[in-house]
Nanobody, 128 residues
């Protein structure tokens, strides 16, 4: 059974940092992609970042470029999202998701329908 477990969320002041973790189990860390998504109150869920296991390609939403960094540790089956210079508008529940098959690309990595498994989410709150 594929499982994704997010951790690392919390309350932080604007300008601060958090590192989210997505621990994956139940599948071979081989040809896959892990995406981070977030949903703020009253808003639709949006793609934040994605990393491909095939070639390490990474993708970011414009709103987080230069502030967030996605990385993976295959030995630990874990993907991280380092979030720096946090803003109140980054407040949301953050989810990680796994997709298999067609590797992500710049035009569609944020398509939720392409992700097969989702974690339960972790709350990130940024105070002003």
């Amino acid at each position: 059974e594929v499982q994704l477990v997010e951790s690392g969320g919390g309350l932080v002041q604007a300008g601060g940092s958090l590192r989210l973790s997505c621990a994956a189990s139940g599948f071979t860390f081989d040809d896959y992609a892990i995406g981070w998504f977030r949903q703020a109150p009253g808003k639709e869920r949006e793609g934040v970042s994605c990393i491909s296991s095939r070639d390490g390609s990474t993708y970011y939403a414009d709103s987080v470029k230069g502030r967030f960094t996605i990385s993976s540790d295959n030995a630990k089956n874990t993907v991280y999202l380092q979030m720096n210079s946090l803003k109140p508008e980054d407040t949301a529940v953050y989810y990680c998701a796994a997709k298999f098959g067609r590797p992500p690309d710049g035009d569609s990595w944020w398509f939720e329908v392409e992700y097969d498994y989702w974690g339960q989410g972790t709350q990130v709150t940024v105070s002003s």
